[in-house]
């Protein structure tokens, strides 16, 4: 018997990883953005979108709050805040 304990790669999109965060999300602030896509690229999730300057937003159905797009953001323009 076969049993499959792993997801298929790419998968992560289609489970509502959000439910993971346990204290804190990413805040995008919106003033300082320089639209330079670092929080973008390094999103595990995939769940960032935005193109121009300060348009940077994520999904929180699918963010998992690791702050990685919040240290990696040049302009400090992305904060982690507690959940409401
Ligand atoms: S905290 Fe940032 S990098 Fe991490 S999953 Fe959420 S949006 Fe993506
Ligand atoms: S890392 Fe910061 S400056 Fe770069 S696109 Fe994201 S929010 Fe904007």
Known sequence: MIIHLTAKPGSARNNKTGSWRIEKKPKFLQKNCVAC?????????????????????????????????AVICPKQDIIMVSEE
């Open 37 to 69: 896509k670092n929080c973008l690229i390094i999103c595990p999730e995939g769940c960032i979108t935005g193109e121009e300057k300060n348009t940077f937003n994520c999904d929180y159905d699918f963010c998992k709050g690791c702050g990685l797009c």
